[in-house]
């Protein structure tokens, strides 16, 4: 199983993105999906996740600015990010819970992580 998260870059304050993450290889079935960062010299942090019956949750801190969802027939995971601070750089790493195969057990697996970067 393999998560490939794409969509960072440079944008200025205010301004938006949208991050992907795509699950392939063997993938059975895919429970929560979700995404954290990690700031420079700071630990990772929980962003948001999503079930696989769409329910969301998000740090208080992106909250109103933030919007998880998820393509179930593509295993992918989006963030969209508007209202975009310079406190939101970070690495933004997506995660899954996946099942590999039928005689598999449900695993975490964690993307390559994609930089984000908010310029004031």
């Known amino acids: 199983v393999q998560l490939q998260a794409s969509g960072g870059g440079l944008v200025q304050a205010g301004g938006s993105l949208r991050l992907s993450c795509t699950a392939s290889g063997s993938v059975f079935d895919i429970r929560d999906m979700g995404w954290y960062r990690q700031a420079p010299g700071k630990q990772r942090d929980p962003v948001a996740s999503?079930?696989?019956?769409?329910?969301?949750s998000y740090a208080d801190s992106v909250k109103g600015r933030f919007t998880i969802s998820r393509d179930n027939a593509k295993n992918t995971v989006y963030l969209q990010m508007n209202s975009l601070k310079p406190e939101d750089t970070a690495i933004y790493y997506c995660?899954?819970?996946?099942?590999?195969?039928?005689?598999?057990?449900?695993?975490?697996?964690w993307g390559q992580g994609t930089l984000v970067t908010v310029s004031s």
């Open positions: 995660d899954a819970r996946v099942r590999p195969s039928p005689v598999d057990d449900y695993d975490f697996y």
């Open positions: 999503i079930t696989s019956d769409f329910a969301t």
